[in-house]
């Protein structure tokens, strides 16, 4: 509940403090006396969108103070615990406006911004008119209505669509990543059959290299290393050698052990010859090869540098590359039949929405026909009971919220063709119908403030009248605020407070005073009979607030 309002250096106000009650509250004036302004400057506190230039002229910045009782459990609690800021039952709401176009706003003393303002004032005020702002007259907002009428639970329908997107998403993307891998499955398949055959293996070209180098320098070299074994054999230097151990063992046993060393060393020398012609022939045989095997060696050593040049990589990196496109060629051919399992996880996901979502389209006609009942019983003491209200709901694009489009039509007349709200109805009756469905929509909500600002114009006499009872019966559940130049609906509020506008040194202000029980009477006397008030006019106006 909206507790006070301090208003300093706004527009046309000085300085003016609005001290509000429970129930009804009535604020009334001459045209031009300033009561938009006291709304232009709640708006302002509650970081609502409206005119820039609110800063009175001749000041350097313009203030605003709103005070609001939340009880415990108002849901404004929870956007202020997440904005850090601390409350035990009253909220102190202010805003300054520079000059320059600056804003600063605090709530409790701490700084806050103006969306955290917005967000508190969806909790705490609700602001209608026959201009209104706040969703009855637009029909893109009318499914949120009927659905906050309702009483249902949308969060399952909200989280099907949800997987449902994320499904889809998901088969998108596989989709988009195959096409992507088909742009290259020819040059996938040939790459990976083609390094197949090949099988190249790391450290393969170096070896073949040196085998290559090896077997072509071989036909030079063997003919000398033939001659070196021959020289190393029986004929050559080991025939010498066993003839020369064989004379000095003869004259061993006349030489007195002098050629003992000499045995001894020719003994060795036998053995490091015997070694010397094994490893010649060793060579002798790895020089004999096939010359086919040279043509062998060369054409592999030829495709495996082809290979590297082709796929720009060193020829040692062949083998792990062909593992790379083998395993995206898999990934491939593994992704098509994947796309088979995405497509039913979609399907499945999109039938249990539409299950959902139908279920809440039950659940929204049958809400369509509680509030239009509802609606019946509203209209008829506002003096319509031969309008018709109707919620149309109809299918369209599924969302978040369901594949169901609402909006609220009336039928002013019997017989009459229904239309939206806000084109059939004219200025008198769509305040009526504003006032029903907000009574109607509001159903038990506490610790809101409501400003109704005018939604009596173009009504009179009892139709007038009915617009205050269902305004004060209103304001039996949330405290109300009436903007009205209407004495019936005047009359009847709880608390009565009247714009006044002066000048003061050639200055322009506006001051609103609470009215006492005989200033009341004078007020509404003079809303009945205009500037001259009659003895007729104030006795009117005490008939009016004793009724």
């Not at 602001?127 to 969703?135: A, E, F, N, T, V």
């Not at 509020?493 to 714009?499: I, L, T």
């Not at 006044?500 to 200033?519: C, D, G, I």
């Amino acid at each position: 509940m909206l507790i006070s309002l301090d208003i300093r250096d706004i527009l046309i106000i000085d300085r003016l403090t609005l001290e509000l009650g429970p129930g009804l509250n009535v604020l009334t004036g001459e045209t031009g006396a300033g009561k938009s302004i006291l709304l232009d400057a709640l708006g302002m506190v509650l970081g609502w969108k409206g005119r820039a230039d609110l800063v009175r002229l001749g000041a350097e910045k313009g203030e605003v103070t709103a005070i609001f009782e939340l009880p415990a459990g108002h849901p404004a609690h929870a956007i202020l615990e997440e904005a850090g800021v601390e409350t035990e039952g009253e909220l102190i709401l202010r805003r300054l406006a520079h000059a320059d176009g600056r804003r600063q706003a605090w709530a409790n003393d701490r700084r806050v911004s103006a969306e955290v303002l917005r967000s508190l004032s969806e909790t705490l005020v609700e602001l209608h008119g026959q201009h209104d702002d706040r969703g009855l007259l637009n029909p893109r907002g009318h499914r949120a209505l009927l659905d906050l009428f309702g009483g249902y639970d949308l969060s399952v329908l909200r989280g099907l669509w949800a997987a449902r997107r994320q499904a889809r998403e998901a088969l998108e993307a596989a989709e988009a990543q195959i096409a992507r891998a088909k742009t290259e499955e020819d040059f996938l398949r040939h790459a990976v059959a083609e390094l197949e055959k090949l099988a190249p293996e790391p450290g393969e070209e170096a070896a073949l290299d040196a085998r290559r180098r090896l077997m072509q320098a071989s036909g030079r070299i063997r003919e000398d290393v033939a001659k070196a074994l021959n020289a190393l054999s029986e004929e050559g230097a080991e025939g010498r050698m066993r003839d020369a151990t064989r004379w000095l063992e003869a004259a061993a046993d006349k030489a007195a052990g002098r050629l003992d060393e000499a045995l001894a060393a020719l003994s060795r020398a036998m053995i490091e010859l015997s070694e010397a012609q094994s490893g010649v022939e060793t060579a002798l045989d790895a020089l004999d090869f096939d010359p086919s095997a040279l043509e062998a060696a060369e054409e592999r050593l030829f495709a495996i540098r082809a290979a590297s040049r082709k796929y720009g990589i060193p020829a040692d990196d062949l083998a792990r590359h062909s593992e790379g496109l083998s395993i995206r060629l898999a990934a491939l051919d593994a992704g098509e039949a994947g796309l088979g399992r995405l497509a039913t996880a979609l399907a499945k996901s999109d039938a249990d929405y539409r299950t959902e979502a139908s279920r809440i389209t039950g659940l929204r006609q049958r809400a369509g026909e509680r509030l239009d009942a509802a609606m019946a019983a509203e209209l008829a003491p506002l003096k319509m009971e031969r309008a018709v209200f109707r919620s149309v709901i109809t299918g369209t694009d599924p969302g978040p919220d369901g594949q169901d489009q609402v909006t609220f039509t009336v039928a002013t007349n019997p017989g009459a063709l229904p239309g939206p709200l806000n084109k059939i109805a004219s200025g008198g009756e769509l305040s009526r119908f504003l006032l029903a469905l907000k009574v109607c929509l509001t159903g038990g909500t506490t610790g809101l403030t409501m400003i109704f600002d005018e939604i009596d114009r173009g009504v009179g006499g009892a139709t007038a009248d009915a617009v205050g009872r269902r305004l004060r019966a209103l304001a039996g559940d949330a405290q109300v605020l009436v903007v009205t130049h209407s004495p019936q609906v005047a009359a009847l509020g709880a608390h009565h407070w009247r714009v006044e506008k002066r000048v003061q040194n050639n200055v322009t202000l506006s001051t609103v005073v609470a009215l006492s029980p005989a200033e009341r009477v004078e007020e509404i006397a003079r809303m009945i009979s205009g500037d001259t008030i009659s003895d007729a006019a104030r006795e009117a106006a005490r008939s009016l607030i004793s009724a």
